[in-house]
């Protein structure tokens, strides 16, 4: 079991519900609908990797391969930068803050992240102990 991604997996889970309960409460009002979907979807793209992240983490007791703590540093990393990124534009919408377009352009760098996270996950599944 690795206990730093179970312990960074359940505090990114209580902030997706957090952040998700501000999305629909008090950013509704403040931004256009397509901000809100889009802040949607950071909050369900973290809570997902989340629980991914908490999966890694168990799994690695019984895949105790950098491949598995790898699955889990790349689904911290995409969290960070996939959700952290549709955050921002939303917020920075929120602000009518002008001249933060470049920051949809680390999304897919997140995206790219979670895939790897999935790909290196099921490598380890292929390694012999």
């Given at each position: 079991?690795?206990?730093?991604?179970?312990?960074?997996?359940?505090?990114?889970?209580?902030?997706?519900?957090?952040?998700?309960?501000?999305?629909?409460?008090?950013?509704?009002?403040?931004?256009?609908?397509?901000?809100?979907?889009?802040?949607?979807?950071?909050?369900?793209y973290?809570?997902?990797?989340?629980?991914?992240?908490?999966?890694?983490?168990?799994?690695?007791?019984?895949?105790?391969?950098?491949?598995?703590?790898?699955?889990?540093?790349?689904?911290?990393?995409?969290?960070?930068?996939?959700?952290?990124?549709?955050?921002?534009?939303?917020?920075?919408?929120?602000?009518?803050?002008?001249?933060?377009?470049?920051?949809g352009?680390?999304?897919?760098?997140g995206?790219?992240?979670?895939?790897?996270?999935?790909?290196?996950?099921?490598?380890?599944?292929?390694?012999?102990?």
């Amino acid at each position: 079991m690795h206990k730093g991604f179970l312990k960074i997996a359940a505090i990114l889970g209580a902030l997706s519900v957090g952040l998700g309960a501000f999305g629909a409460h008090a950013l509704k009002g403040m931004v256009s609908d397509h901000a809100v979907a889009t802040f949607e979807t950071a909050v369900r793209y973290q809570f997902y990797h989340s629980f991914a992240l908490m999966l890694t983490g168990i799994l690695y007791a019984s895949f105790p391969f950098k491949t598995t703590l790898w699955a889990g540093r790349s689904f911290i990393a995409g969290i960070l930068l996939f959700s952290g990124s549709l955050y921002v534009i939303s917020l920075m919408q929120a602000a009518v803050k002008p001249g933060y377009g470049w920051v949809g352009a680390i999304t897919p760098l997140g995206g790219l992240c979670f895939i790897a996270g999935w790909l290196l996950l099921c490598i380890s599944f292929f390694k012999k102990n």
